[in-house]
C-alpha cells in the first residue's frame, strides 16, 4: 500500500546551526502535510502544516517545504535549540480532519 | 485544561486480561482518533471515529475495539491482552480546517 517513507535515523546538530529533515510520501492524492514533534514522554505536537496548493509555508523558526513532483517534503529549523530536540514525523492525509498517515521519524540530537 | 486527555498514563497487565483506555476531548471536535506507537516509533492509525462512521485499519485485531458513549469520547477496550499489544496508544482528534490534537499517550505494558 502507499505510504508516507521515512526511516528513524538521527540527525546529530550544533545548537545555532540549521536543520533540515526530509520526508518522501508515495500517495500521489496527499492533500495536507503536517510535521509533528514528539518529545520523551508526550504526545506529538504540532509544528506546520502545509496543504498541496502551496510549495512552501514559514512559521517561527520553521519552514516547510513540498515538492509535488517528487513527492517530497522537508521541514528547515533555523538557529537550531537544545530544546528542539525531539523526534520529528511528517504526516499526510488526502483530507484533512481524516486519519493521518504518518512517516518513520527522524531523531534530531543538538550539541550544545 | 487539557485538550485530549487519556487515562491512564501507564497500564501494566498480565497477557490474557481485558482491559480500557479512556480517551476525552474538550475541543468539540467532531472526528476521534487511535494510534498505535511501536518500540521503533511508528505511529500507525488504529481507528477514525465520528458520529457517523467508523473505520477501522484492517491490520487491527478483532480484540480490539473502540467504543463512543457520545461525541467528547473514544475509548479503546483490549480483549485477551498479548505480548505483542505492549506499545504507546495515543488518542488524538480532529476538524477540518482546525488540525489535529493528540493526547499525551498511555503506555501498555503486557507481561
Known amino acids: 500500500g502507499e505510504s508516507v517513507g521515512l526511516h528513524l535515523p538521527t540527525l546529530s546538530v550544533q545548537e545555532g546551526d540549521n536543520s533540515i529533515i526530509n520526508c518522501a510520501y508515495s500517495n500521489s492524492a496527499s492533500d495536507y502535510f503536517i510535521w509533528y514533534k514528539q518529545e520523551s514522554g508526550k504526545g506529538p505536537q504540532f509544528i506546520i502544516d502545509?496543504?498541496?496548493?502551496?510549495d512552501k509555508r514559514q512559521g517561527q523558526r520553521v519552514t516547510v517545504l513540498l515538492n509535488k513532483t517528487v513527492k517530497h517534503l522537508s521541514l528547515q529549523i533555523a538557529a537550531t535549540q537544545p530544546g528542539d530536540s525531539a523526534v520529528y514525523f511528517c504526516a499526510e492525509t488526502p483530507n484533512a480532519g481524516n486519519m493521518l498517515t504518518f512517516g518513520g521519524g527522524t531523531r534530531l540530537m543538538v550539541k550544545p | 485544561d487539557t485538550a485530549v486527555s487519556q487515562t491512564p498514563k501507564y497500564l501494566v497487565t498480565q497477557m490474557g486480561n481485558d482491559k480500557s483506555i479512556k480517551c476525552e476531548q474538550n475541543l468539540g471536535h467532531d472526528t476521534m482518533y487511535w494510534y498505535k506507537q511501536d518500540s521503533k516509533k511508528f505511529l500507525k492509525i488504529m481507528f477514525s471515529y465520528n458520529n457517523k462512521e467508523l473505520i477501522i485499519n484492517e491490520t487491527v485485531p478483532n480484540r480490539f475495539s473502540p467504543k463512543s458513549p457520545d461525541k467528547a469520547h473514544l475509548n479503546l477496550h483490549i480483549n485477551s491482552l498479548e505480548l505483542g499489544d505492549s506499545a504507546v496508544y495515543f488518542c488524538?482528534?480532529?476538524?477540518?480546517?482546525?488540525?489535529?490534537?493528540f493526547g499525551s499517550g498511555t503506555r501498555l505494558t503486557v507481561v
Open positions: 502545509i496543504r498541496s496548493n502551496m
Open positions: 488524538a482528534s480532529s476538524q477540518e480546517r482546525t488540525g489535529y490534537t
